[in-house]
């Protein structure tokens, strides 16, 4: 009989054991890949915000103040301006295009909406800056009150300050929540105050 | 035996689970990494950027400086561990305002070293506005202990970037006739009054003013030299010869004066002649010192590498009179000279007019040295033997580094003993603005003597281009965390 009750709570116990392990392991798994997944998250977005900040503060580096304005183009996802690459005053100044593609271009991916960032020099082929899920831009005049957009082009010489907001997700979903949405890490960057001193103050 | 399978099994468990946790940790700290190298960054970032406003303040008031305007490391503060380093360069057309940040972050590389991010800001800055150092009546970098005293009359705007020395006695004192401004302070002689209200007529005194600086060079009087490198007797370079030259005013018509330059003495060998108008702007330039005398009648500026001396009168054919607008026709006069010395500008002790003193119609600038009477601070006895010698009656302006004196005095009774009493009149078609008698004639350009040093100042349109390097984006993977 106590052979028997020995066996049992052995295996009673060996069973408990079990279940925590498995356990932990699912717990370990989901663990390590949300981690995973914001650490690409984050290093995507800072990749991408950085490259976007670099460039977006030397706008009109460059450009005769006496020229007509340093931003061509000025719309809520896109943004063409004029910049030198270089100081000297040998670089000219050439044409950037900043904009975000549609989301049907990554079907592959788990994420319904990411999409690529593009930029474009010149008359250079377009190149993939990163993938970001929204890259929404705001204009702001000397007196700090947002411009509609598209800005006018009568106006786009009154911009002062650029507003930049980039929000990356990893492109395929972390875990599926009770509901049965996927989940995807996620990060957003957003420069309230980007101001290239080249613009006109 | 059960007991110990447990306590295996409970360090086993421990084991597993502590690891798990120490990569989980890693992976956290990891996650973390790159917003955290991007705050890194961005403090990187931002002080190359205030070291270049930081650069642009110093240019504002100090436009003539360049090399290494700062070199600044930070230990207090939110940006400990940080520093800039601001230089500004003369580059062809533009001067370049840099500055390179850096910042140790608290990050190690896989090496086990620590990281520190550079930043570089880039600034063109437009200089093309520049006024010359005559827009000022009176200019010394270093006063040197030199006293203005009674019968001293100084007429435009006056500067010094040190201590301004003044001695008055009961009958007299000095009288400035322009605004005075003093980078140190208005320093009275020991024991006298400070009140020097009475000796400011239609100005008014301001002291720790910024400091102006000098150029490094007379490059511009250099350049633009028009003397001969093959002189008349097919052997002399003027440009790097002892020069005599003689200012002639021609007929009494305008625009044939002319400019006879010698060497060995003002009768020596004619090695150029050089005719001058009122349009055409001319400089006479040597490495090694030049002597002048004489009338201008033109537009000259006289140059040396070395000492400038003056031998004897220097006039102009027609001069201007300060008392009256510049809209007057006696003021229409184009005669102008300047005397520009990378050393010293000296009356020289060969000269001797008795008690009449001297006449000089130039704008002086002496780079290194100082404008003075040659020797007069010399004890007696000695090759010039100095007394009273009358007053320095001078229409122009003078600007030197090293204050020279120009006579000495009783210091109980207030009267020179040897050299000379000053009455510079300014001349105001240097700087119109520069005379508030005559509201009138705000709005004139100014007139500066051919090449004449100036310093720059930025302008309205200042900052041609603001450029500011890319930042490689910040790879946690790269750092030990």
Known sequence: ?201 | MGGRASLIMVIGFAVIFGMINLNITRLMNRSIGGMVGYNESSKSRVIASSGAHAGLAIFTSRSFLRGTLIDKDFTTGSFTGCGYTVTLTNVAGYVRLRSVGRCTTFVKTLSGDPYILSDTVEIRLDTTTTRSFSSLGWMTIFENGVWFVGGDVIWGQVHSNGNINIYSSRSSHPVFHGRVTTSGRIQLYPGQRRDYSEYLVGGHAEEHMPTREFPDEITDAINNATNKTLGLDGVTDTKETEIWVELKQGTSSDNDGYATIRTGSFTGTVVDSMSLSDVTDKVIYSSQKVHVKGTLDGKLSVASGKDVRIEDNIVYERPPDPDLSLGESVNQTKDMLGLIAHDNVWISDDFDGGTHGIDIHAAIFALEGSYGAENVTASWPNTRNYGPEGTIRLLGSVAQKNRGAVGLFDSRTGQISQGFLKNYRYDNRMFPEGDTRFPQDAGIAAQYPPAFPGWTTPGPLAIKSWWESSRVPFNADEFAW
Do not use: H
């Open chain 1, 1 to 201: 009989m106590s052979v028997m009750m020995d066996i049992i709570f052995a295996a009673f116990i060996g069973g408990v054991i079990c279940l925590i392990v498995i356990n932990a392991n699912f717990v370990i798994n989901e663990t390590v890949a949300t981690y995973n997944s914001t650490v690409v998250v984050q290093q995507m977005l800072i990749a991408d915000a950085q490259i976007v900040e670099s460039e977006f503060r030397n706008i009109g580096c460059g450009v005769s103040d006496t020229a007509d304005a340093k931003i061509k183009q000025a719309m809520d996802t896109s943004i063409t301006f004029y910049m030198a690459l270089r100081p000297e005053p040998t670089s000219i100044p050439i044409e950037i295009l900043y904009y975000s593609g549609s989301t049907t271009e990554l079907p592959v991916t788990d994420n319904p909406n990411d999409r690529y960032l593009y930029r474009k020099e010149g008359n250079e082929a377009v190149e993939r800056v990163g993938i970001v899920t929204k890259f929404n831009l705001a204009y702001y005049n000397i007196l700090n009150e947002i411009m509609g957009t598209p800005v006018q082009d009568d106006s786009l010489i009154s911009i002062k300050l650029v507003e930049v907001t980039l929000e990356v997700q990893s492109p395929y979903s972390s875990y599926v929540d009770e509901y049965g949405n996927k989940r995807f890490a996620s990060a957003l960057w957003k420069q309230t105050r980007l101001a290239s001193q080249n613009l006109r103050r």
